[in-house]
């Protein structure tokens, strides 16, 4: 439901009340026999309403036409002068206030967008497509790029690009397809420095490219940060000269490194599949029950028992638990030594 603001709401009660006097004065001025001046009275409250309310202003200039065609009917002598007269000023009216509401809507919606880009959380930046001249740049994209939206108007849009084959790939988008849809792009502020940034295009109806964009340069490094930090895990998980298998409390396993496949003969994915306790010859070797609490108490588990491999074998070894966290949940890490060799001699 549309809303009026306390202050459009305070301009139509005084423009409600200017009308009003109008009105007064249009009757004065027929009964006294003055004729010329008053219809011009009525451009003003025409003129009001279109600036604060445009999407009523037709409707008030055909309704408040109809009521200055009343008061000259009732209130003014019976002249073909003066009826043809009021009938032109009507369409004047109509035409008055049509033409000023389509003005005042357009000034109304230039305001809104111009609101939007200013206080936009993205930078926006509008470019010509022949130049590739920034020909407008939000505050925000100016505080991105470190530079004022005075500096960035008019710079060419490719003194910003770090890499020119990202800003190829860039530009063949927009003219194939029209759009670009969040491409991470590297840019040089002005400083130099450079940052990373969540890219959106798409060309107006004017032929401008409209480009939008966030800094992920923080986010960006946290995630590569934390890749390589999986990366030196899954290093060091699969360098191990021991099996090694990630598991909750209740068995259930997580992860199994290189060596476990190679023990027992199951894939990454099997190994996720199954519990440690499907591995287990006797299930009760596993996680024996009068040490349950020592384990929860000192988080560290020595014990042996024997492993089933995928082949139908079997192998006797040392398992090892220790209490961990794996991806902020309590697990268990425990690692496997085979130790068939050592128990035959």
């Given at each position: 439901?549309?809303?009026?603001?306390?202050?459009?709401?305070?301009?139509?009660?005084?423009?409600?009340?200017?009308?009003?006097?109008?009105?007064?004065?249009?009757?004065?001025?027929?009964?006294?026999?003055?004729?010329?001046?008053?219809?011009?009275?009525?451009?003003?409250?025409?003129?009001?309403?279109?600036?604060?309310?445009?999407?009523?202003?037709?409707?008030?200039?055909?309704?408040?036409?109809?009521?200055?065609?009343?008061?000259?009917?009732?209130?003014?002598?019976?002249?073909?002068?003066?009826?043809?007269?009021?009938?032109?000023?009507?369409?004047?009216?109509?035409?008055?206030?049509?033409?000023?509401?389509?003005?005042?809507?357009?000034?109304?919606?230039?305001?809104?967008?111009?609101?939007?880009?200013?206080?936009?959380?993205?930078?926006?930046?509008?470019?010509?497509?022949?130049?590739?001249?920034i020909?407008?740049?939000?505050?925000?994209?100016?505080?991105?790029?470190?530079?004022?939206?005075?500096?960035?108007?008019?710079?060419?849009?490719?003194?910003?690009?770090?890499?020119?084959?990202?800003?190829?790939?860039?530009?063949?988008?927009?003219?194939e397809?029209?759009?670009?849809?969040?491409?991470?792009?590297?840019?040089?502020?002005?400083?130099?420095?450079v940052?990373?940034?969540?890219?959106?295009?798409?060309?107006?109806?004017?032929?401008?490219?409209?480009?939008?964009?966030?800094?992920?340069?923080?986010?960006?490094?946290?995630?590569?940060?934390?890749?390589?930090?999986?990366?030196?895990y899954?290093?060091?998980?699969?360098?191990?000269?021991?099996?090694?298998?990630?598991?909750?409390?209740?068995?259930?396993?997580?992860?199994?490194?290189?060596?476990?496949?190679?023990?027992?003969?199951?894939?990454?994915?099997?190994?996720?599949?199954?519990?440690?306790?499907?591995?287990?010859?006797?299930?009760?070797?596993?996680?024996?029950?009068?040490?349950?609490?020592?384990?929860?108490?000192?988080?560290?588990?020595?014990?042996?028992s024997?492993?089933?491999k995928?082949?139908?074998g079997?192998?006797r070894?040392?398992?090892?638990?220790?209490?961990?966290?794996?991806?902020?949940?309590?697990?268990?890490?425990?690692?496997?030594?085979?130790?068939?060799?050592?128990?035959?001699?």
């Amino acid at each position: 439901m549309n809303t009026v603001s306390p202050r459009n709401t305070l301009w139509l009660s005084f423009t409600g009340l200017l009308t009003l006097g109008i009105i007064l004065i249009s009757i004065y001025s027929l009964k006294n026999g003055f004729f010329d001046i008053f219809p011009y009275f009525y451009i003003l409250p025409i003129l009001l309403v279109a600036w604060c309310c445009p999407r009523y202003a037709v409707y008030f200039t055909v309704g408040l036409g109809w009521v200055f065609l009343g008061i000259v009917y009732l209130y003014g002598p019976a002249s073909i002068q003066l009826y043809a007269a009021s009938m032109a000023f009507f369409y004047v009216f109509v035409s008055l206030g049509v033409v000023l509401a389509a003005f005042s809507t357009q000034v109304v919606q230039e305001r809104k967008y111009r609101e939007i880009f200013e206080t936009s959380q993205a930078g926006i930046l509008t470019i010509s497509r022949e130049t590739r001249k920034i020909l407008a740049a939000n505050r925000k994209a100016a505080s991105i790029l470190g530079y004022t939206p005075e500096d960035l108007t008019g710079l060419e849009f490719g003194d910003l690009w770090f890499d020119s084959k990202q800003e190829v790939a860039a530009i063949k988008k927009i003219r194939e397809e029209g759009t670009i849809t969040e491409m991470e792009v590297a840019l040089r502020k002005k400083d130099r420095t450079v940052i990373w940034v969540l890219v959106s295009a798409a060309v107006s109806n004017e032929g401008l490219t409209v480009l939008s964009f966030m800094d992920i340069t923080e986010g960006k490094r946290m995630k590569d940060e934390l890749i390589e930090s999986e990366l030196r895990y899954r290093t060091l998980f699969d360098g191990a000269s021991d099996a090694i298998i990630l598991h909750d409390i209740d068995g259930k396993i997580y992860e199994a490194n290189v060596i476990a496949s190679r023990y027992l003969g199951y894939t990454r994915k099997e190994f996720m599949n199954k519990s440690l306790y499907d591995l287990v010859v006797d299930p009760g070797t596993m996680f024996p029950s009068d040490e349950v609490k020592q384990f929860t108490a000192r988080g560290h588990l020595l014990f042996e028992s024997e492993l089933k491999k995928k082949d139908g074998g079997s192998m006797r070894v040392e398992i090892s638990s220790r209490v961990t966290e794996y991806f902020g949940m309590n697990a268990v890490m425990s690692t496997i030594r085979d130790v068939s060799e050592r128990k035959k001699i």
